[in-house]
């Protein structure tokens, strides 16, 4: 992990930070959301051991915050209106996140649809690729096939794939108006996804799925909310 830090001058600051990163476990689960841990065999639990879901092997985060100057130039609209602005954003750039491959199928017959398909060849697809070509097959879903009938447990690993990268620009903009002694009028703005990048979701990892290996899904657009808040 490095970082570094921009302490306040000239009435800025900016903080970022990038972690290089790799995090395995058995099996993993959402600590607000806690249900039944499976694993594919209870007498294996070496199966299921590989990369956690929430695995993102690089991560690069940048916050800054800038108060803008006082205006003396306009008049009451670079008095009251250009200036005095308090500006922040966070950005977040990351590699994809590890996600699973199923068979679809419970192949040994334990009743938890857990249960992979056998790796065959090499899920990763090299060179340029559009948006679209991604979206319609992000890996070769032909690096997978069925487990053979009377066998119980595919060879696939345990989280082998890495979704899409994603990029979020994220800003916000908010100035305080006096109205009266002892009272003020805050507005702020906030934007998220302010460049509005296109942040695609991971791909279906069903093996039976008619879907396999297609893109279904993206994060949120770009969105405003403008808001007023009255101190007094």
Do not use: C
Not at 89 to 114: E, H, K, P, Q, Y
Not at 160 to 174: D, E, F, K, R, S
């Amino acid at each position: 992990q490095v970082s570094f830090t921009r302490r306040v001058a000239h009435n800025f600051s900016l903080q970022a930070n990038y972690v290089w990163s790799k995090a395995m476990d058995l099996t993993d689960d959402q600590s607000t959301s806690i249900s039944n841990v499976t694993v594919s065999s209870s007498n294996n639990f070496a199966l299921d051991r590989g990369l956690a879901g929430f695995n993102y092997p690089q991560v690069f985060k940048m916050s800054w915050i800038y108060q803008t100057p006082e205006v003396r130039w306009f008049g009451w609209a670079g008095r009251y209106v250009l200036g005095g602005w308090h500006l922040n954003g966070i950005s977040t750039a990351r590699s994809g996140n590890s996600f699973n491959v199923l068979s679809g199928t419970d192949t040994n017959l334990d009743g938890v649809a857990t249960d992979r398909p056998n790796a065959v060849g090499d899920p990763n697809i090299s060179g340029s690729r559009t948006r679209a070509q991604q979206i319609a097959q992000f890996f070769n879903t032909a690096a997978f096939a069925k487990v053979p009938a009377g066998v119980l447990y595919g060879n696939a690993g345990r989280n082998v794939l890495l979704g899409p990268n994603a990029v979020t620009w994220n800003a916000a903009a908010m100035k305080d108006f006096r109205i009266l002694e002892g009272k003020k009028l805050q507005f702020r703005t906030d934007f998220f996804n302010l460049l509005n990048q296109v942040n695609l979701g991971n791909p279906n990892g069903t093996f039976s799925n008619g879907n396999f290996g297609k893109i279904t899904s993206a994060a949120a657009p770009r969105m405003l909310q403008f808001g007023l808040k009255l101190y007094f």
